[in-house]
């Protein structure tokens, strides 16, 4: 078997869509199986909120040195954009977390 590239890791390790099936295809049985294994697989969803935030903080941290330390607004920019665009990802997630495990199916 051949081992997944960095890349791949990299994706995995921080979006969390491969591990879902698309319920909207298939029949009536393959929908509900679909709908089950992505139940199943919520369960994972609070560890990737986990590293969204802790992302999130990491470079805001890395913003706030880099703004005080070395004096350059422009330079922390490159640490403050990721940090925000790591909240409205871990309310995406927080939400479909919260979807799989409170909505009782398609059917």
């Not at 990737?48 to 805001?60: A, N, V």
Request: aromatic letters at 18%.
């Amino acid at each position: 078997m051949q081992e997944p590239q960095f890349r791949t890791l990299l994706y995995r390790y921080f979006f969390f869509g491969w591990l879902f099936k698309d319920v909207t295809r298939g029949t009536l049985f393959e929908r509900a199986a679909a709908w089950r294994h992505n139940r199943e697989q919520a369960r994972w969803l609070p560890l990737y909120l986990r590293r969204w935030m802790w992302w999130g903080l990491f470079c805001y941290g890395l913003g706030g040195v880099v703004e005080i330390l070395l004096e350059s607004p422009v330079l922390s920019m490159l640490f403050y954009v990721p940090s925000a665009l790591s909240v409205p990802i871990a309310a995406v997630t927080l939400a479909a977390w919260i979807g799989l495990k409170a909505l009782p199916g398609p059917l």
